[in-house]
């Protein structure tokens, strides 16, 4: 996955408890506010997974909201962020083992399925535990195993604000690590 900068401005809104007379304390819970926005948003579309708000930039002068007396601050910051892109090669650990396929965690994305039809050579077998393994029983595939796969498809879920992923080990050194 690419890690990117982002410059981003959201509104950031302090209850009127909170507010300080001293600046330090003010920005300090401008900070917090904002950092709890962002991790309450999680992803977006354009942008992707957010990792971590890097830089802050400025804070604007607040204007009171006239309806629940909060302070809502303008506040442009900088923030990393990584987006999956289709056909990229990436490293995930296997979460679920099942039947049809595998679902694999990586980073941030939570949402990855590996088909039993896109893993060339592997076949399900269900012994202590379901496991996937190749013809010659050299290797295989079962929960907690770390594989190298090919993203074939990326669906951006809004409801979710998460992405799913489609993966294939059709291609050279993919596969168990």
Not at 60 to 74: C, K, N, Q, S, Y
Request: hydrophobic share 40%; net charge positive.
């Amino acid at each position: 996955m690419v890690f990117l900068k982002v410059e981003l401005k959201r509104d950031v809104a302090v209850p009127p408890d909170q507010l300080h007379h001293t600046g330090l304390l003010l920005r300090k819970n401008i900070i917090l506010r904002l950092l709890d926005n962002i991790t309450h948003l999680k992803a977006s579309k354009e942008h992707g997974y957010y990792v971590a708000v890097t830089t802050l930039d400025s804070i604007a002068e607040g204007r009171i909201h006239d309806l629940t007396g909060e302070v809502v601050f303008p506040v442009s910051f900088s923030c990393t962020t990584v987006r999956p892109h289709k056909g990229e090669i990436l490293h995930g650990t296997i979460d679920k083992v099942l039947k049809h396929g595998i679902f694999l965690k990586s980073g941030p994305l939570e949402n990855i399925f590996l088909s039993a039809k896109m893993m060339k050579d592997y076949k399900f077998r269900m012994e202590e535990e379901a496991m996937f393994v190749n013809e010659n029983l050299q290797s295989k595939m079962v929960r907690g195993s770390k594989v190298r796969y090919r993203v074939l498809g990326i669906k951006w879920i809004e409801w979710d604000r998460c992405f799913q992923m489609l993966a294939t080990l059709a291609g050279d050194f993919l596969g168990p690590i």
